[in-house]
């Protein structure tokens, strides 16, 4: 899949600006602060449908801007696309695919794909547990779309239950609906937990070989942790579901008396492992970059075998704290598919990577 092309107004700090992109590698230069991650965020909305680091689409709208409309044309599936996302304040925002309005995001999203590497994917190997949750949300939310909306209603049902259960107190009547809550939260984490587990099924042995050649030779260990009761996460929802009731059971009070939801899908992590020692505590600044990495560019091969073709590749600022072997190993793994790579200074990484230069300059693509 590609994106030939790209038109921005009132996005951000674009006031009207477009381009047009290489099918290969893309290279977007410019000082700090001029809108090189802008640019790739755009992108990124027009592939998942929502921004990787906005939370609402209010901080995508220019300042002054009345409206924003984000523009694009490529090629998905051997078939010509054309989608377009308009923002208006104070209205829903306006999603269409070759001139047809989508009534979701999920729906808008299945144009194009992409995975995006950005330096705040430090945090997979040394944050919390709520970043390597984010890993797996916006990948797999991209291939299966069953997925997304059961995250999307999880997420609604989990901050109804705490609201139950932080005013239950004074309104004691609010606990005739917990149950309800319970079970269908316990529905959904079983459908998460099955796709979460299937996905790193595929991520662990993936990553570890990637980890393998880019770090010449150290072991990446990948390993899903969930609900504590779930003994095979990989089997269908159905059967996961009396085991995930179980653990809600035994936690009833303490969730009673501390106002919080502390057992569920919201609760998953992923345990990572350089060497058999755990990562989140002693890894190197080295390490840590080179393991996220590996886990992005296994990212991107399960999305090409997924769906039999490279979906694009956003590095914001990948390559400016690893050494030139690990420059090299990135750069030399990155073709087959569309890139963009946002530098501040092109001239090298353009000729090692033959890429066409754009280079951006107050909110100018030149």
Known sequence: MFIDSIKLQGYRNYRDAEARFSREINVISGKNAQGKTNLLEALYVLCAGRSFRARSDRELMGFDAD??????????GDRDKHVELILRRGRRREMLVNSVKMKTAQAFSGSFAAVLFCPEDLNLIRGSAAERRRLLDLCISQLRPRYADALREYTRACESKTRILRDAGERPSLLELLDD??????????????????FVERLAPESARIHADFSGGEKLRVKYATVSTVTDPLRPPAQLLPEILAHQAAHRDAELASGLVLTGAHKDDLEIEINGSPARAFASQGQTRTAALSLKLAELEIHRQSLGEYPLLLL????????????????NRIGGG?????????????????GRVLTVENGTII
């Open 316 to 331: 914001d600022d990948v390559l400016s704290e690893l050494d030139a072997s690990r420059q090299d190993f990135i750069l």
């Open 181 to 198: 809550y319970n079970h269908r939260l316990a529905e959904l984490s079983a459908v998460l937990i099955h796709y979460r587990a299937a």
């Open 338 to 354: 569309q890139v963009f790579i946002t530098c501040c200074e092109d001239e090298k990484v353009a000729k090692r990577t033959g």
């Open 67 to 76: 409206g924003t409309r984000i523009e694009a044309r490529g090629q998905s």
